[in-house]
């Protein structure tokens, strides 16, 4: 009993005591309650609320469940909470497809506060069956199913494939045109670059060929030198991702091999690589035509040594690049953006050079993102980095064009003076941006992702040919007729992946299918230009020209190992094919797991 006088409260409650507790026993609840003082009723609603608090602290399911229906939970994921309840007797299609327009519809942290909800213990255990069937997924398996537009992209990929077999099989680059072949690297390239696309959609012969060729014939022991940057993100990326996607160490022992070759690349005064490389001898060098590696090339390699180091349990590739990932966050920049050029001698930027989003800048800042991504969000160096860059080029390189307002992004020249030229590469940023939004990044990342992604597809969708020529300049004045104007000598196409990349990401973060509508409409255009007869696909001189668009003869082996394979997965439906929460894409569209740190 509460306040009993015996007790030595010195107020008492009043309940009534011995006999005439007996007497009145069976009075009412309600009754007893009417004879109370106010001062005693108040001082039991106090004991009671005090009593409702403690139990909320000591109870802590209780107070996940208050917090999460009340405070932390946003309007949005509240509205989602009769779905959540009833999904505890659906299938796990169903719950898989819930969850997956879940993804779609919410940011990450958001979702966390979904998954930690009380009610989603269906969905936790989803997840954990996730992680356990992606231990080994069988690309290969005949139940395996493609959409109409999927089988369209394999038959391109299966049309350039076969043509290349025939005419250069082992050798770099084809020229479908005079159906001959050239050397790059020496290097097999379009075979190493093209075979996790393979794997990817589910095409068997050409792997097996691919893989054979690689254990047999793939050296590194020739006189020749090679580019550090662009071997890494091809020859070794594309080596890492199919160890990855088929656990077969054919793959890691060929990444063993080129990794140690690619070393001494390391061994500058400043530790800042040099950008080529003899693969026999190990002489590495500044480039041929000026003394500066690129800023880009220098900081996207990162990715593929790191890899490297895990799978081997080899530390040094790691270190290495990690030595000039923390050299150059230490440089100074303006508003977190960099010169193109920097010295593997003395370590520094040439403080003279463009700003720019497009070629020898565009990957420094995707591998900031892709770096934190890939360590487990563990490092927030990169987190900083990249954000402090993404506030730089909105305040120093974002612009709308007339009279439309596409919204674009310049240059600055010598670092300094603005300039309305965006070249096509520019177009991974809204990849980039929409995948550092579900990972926690701030909401105008997704919005200027969206507006990026919009001018992108105008890029194309402008032209009489509906594909982007490789430059564009945009316009400023208030009475310009249209928002862009193409140069002569940057009409030309070359098959690049950049705007189907972000086109990937767009759809498979907000679940929008417009951007595969836009997808479509630029595969069609590969198809009706680009295509050549029995010879499968060449890069164009002059998208402006439907009458004579003019082949380059030459097939870019990214067209394979990222175009075509970000076509494919555009046009796949399931978010858990190649999960972005799993995998992060290396800047030639390879696929590398994500590490807890
Ligand atoms: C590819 O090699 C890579 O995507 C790189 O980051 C940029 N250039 C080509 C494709 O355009």
Redesign the pocket.
Known sequence: MIGNKNEGLSITLGFPDGDDYDNKKKQSVYRIWKRLSSLQRSLIFLVLLLCGISAIYIFPNLRQSHTTNTDQVDTAIRDEKDSIQKLVIKKDKEKADFIASLKRKHAKHQIDDLMNHPLKTVDNDFKVEQKENSAVYDYFSPYRKHSSRQTAVIDAFKMSWSAYKKYAWGHDEFHPISKTHSEWFQLGLTIVDGIDTAIIMGLKTEYEDARTWIQNDLVFTHDRDVNLF?TT??ILGGLLSAFHLTKDNVFKEKATDIGNRMLPCFNSPSKVPYSDINLLTGKAHAPRWGPDSSTSEVT?IQLEFRDLSRITGDKKYEKAVDTVSNHVHNLPKKNGLVPIFINANTGHFRNSATITLGARG??YY?YLLKQWLQTGKTNSMYKDDYKEAVDGMRSQLVRQSEPNKLTYIGELLGGRSFSPKMDH?VC?LPGTLALGYINGMPEEHMDLAKEMMRTCYEMYNKMPTKLSPEIVFFNQAKKSKDDLFVKPADSHN?L???TVESLFYLHRITGDKIYQDWGWQIFQAFLKYTKVEGAGFSSINNVRSIGNPGFRDKL?S?FLA?TLKYFYLLFEDSIDYLSLDKYVFN???HALPIYSQ
């Open positions: 662009e993100i091809r996207t565009d990957s995707e590469l991974f070359l690049r992946p950049e870019e990214f990222e800047t030639e569209g």
